[in-house]
């Protein structure tokens, strides 16, 4: 059990759509440079500038954007030693509960991790970039939720045995910000960067693919701070991001 802030400010969030621009102080954004509906290869020099240029590849039927996204690892930091690896899994994320207030509905951030030696990237699968498929049913998004570091300065948290604690570098909860994320878009999150577990929104799940960098030792891969209620997302109109069914029924299927 994430220790638990003893005092957290009560904010209410007004989602942004994620662009590269405003995510930049907590990690990378990573989209197509190009149109979707380019379908021949481009002469490089009718190509708008970008960081980084492309080069051709794969016998010029390819344009190849690199490096897009860092891969970090800082465990040689670590107080332990221990070694760390990359590392690559699969996190199949379903569709989160919603909170109603009147019309809207909201969701509640009760807790932000971060992870102090690497940074992490989400990659979703299967996921349109369009808002709407084929049988006009719109698709999944995803919630970001990130939060600055208060770099050298601690915060007073109580454990699950009810013991006072102290959390270095806690979360900047004056400053927390939630973007709105859609298909053809991943993103990475800094070094130290807190941000709460993955949320989508919407009918059906979403299947990320995640790259980071872990060594075992379980304070030095994910660090946690939780806090009681507050922290709100404002997502509008009630049913925007419903569920197909109750979620109950899923569970029996199983």
Known sequence: MAPILTSNPSITLAPEPLTPENFAQFGTVICSPIPRDLSIV???SNLPPSNPNPVLANQNSALKYSPISPLIDRYANGPSGAVSEA????????PRELRPIHEKEVFDVRILERHPF???????IDLSSHSKVGDGEEEPVFLVVVAPTLVGETATAKNEDGEMVTIRDPPDLRNVKAFIARGGQAVTYGVGTWHAPMVVLG???VDFVVVQHVNGVADEDCQEAAFGEGVVVDLGRKGQYGRKEDPQLWRAKL
């Open 42 to 44: 481009p002469q490089l």
């Open 87 to 94: 590392r690559m899994t699969m996190f199949c994320c379903f």
């Open 118 to 124: 690497t940074n992490q990237t989400f990659i979703p």
């Open 203 to 205: 009918r059906r799940r």
